[in-house]
Structure formats: C-alpha cells, structure tokens
C-alpha cells in the first residue's frame, strides 16, 4: 500500500484547508484510513479516521466539530477537511493506512497503522 498526501500550507488562524490522500495497492474497503500530525519537539499524535465500511469515524476531541474526513471511493482517496484552524494546528500531517478485518473500529494508535505517507506541512499563523 502506497499513500500520497498534498493539500498542506499556510493559512490564518480561523481558515479552512484540505488535505488529501490518495491510496494505492489496495481500496479503501480493505483499509482502515488514519491521519496523524506532529508538531515540532512533540509526539505524533492521533486526528482521526474513517473505517473500513466508512460508517465509522473516530476524531480526537481537540479536532471534534472543526475537521471532517471523507472518503471519494472512486479515487481512492481520503480527504480531512480542516475548518476553524488554530494556530496550534500546526504541525506535520500524515496520513496512515492499515489492512484490518474489523470493518467498523478505527484505531487511534499510532503502532495499530502499518502504511504512512509522506507528511505535509499545514501552518496556522496567529
């Protein structure tokens, strides 16, 4: 399984990116999809993710109500929408992959996910 990220940047304190992931070697009904992001001299942490059936999500509650994420079953590819972004969004994002037969639960661990993509930069200026 192969992941791509895009959609990072530079944004102000209280504006809306897109991160987007683009899955290959598997579709997303085999996958149950993460994002995780890590920010300067901290540990990378869970955002959230979407199930293999996508009707489970699971969000970490300092994201709850401001991102979203996706699927575009077509493309293969799983979006985060981020709104409402605070400074101390910053960090890199990466989203994750990993081959499950649990097709409702969406872990939040960072050892439960097998496949990573290369991390993309989202900055929130104050």
């Known amino acids: 399984v192969q992941l791509q990220a895009s959609g990072g940047g530079l944004v102000q304190s209280g504006g809306s990116l897109r991160l987007s992931c683009a899955a290959s070697g598997r579709t997303l009904s085999d996958l149950v999809m993460g994002w995780f992001r890590q920010a300067p001299g901290k540990e990378r942490e869970f955002v959230g993710g979407v199930s293999r059936s996508g009707t489970s999500h699971n969000y970490a509650d300092s994201v709850k109500g401001r991102f979203t994420i996706s699927r575009d079953i077509a493309n293969n590819t799983v979006s985060l929408q981020m709104n409402s972004l605070k400074p101390e969004d910053t960090a890199v994002y990466y989203c994750?992959?990993?081959?499950?037969?649990?097709?409702?639960?969406?872990?939040?661990?960072?050892?439960?996910?097998?496949?990573w993509g290369q991390g993309t930069q989202v900055t929130v200026s104050s």
């Open positions: 994750a992959a990993d081959r499950t037969p649990n097709t409702i639960v969406v872990p939040s661990r960072k050892y439960e996910y097998g496949y």
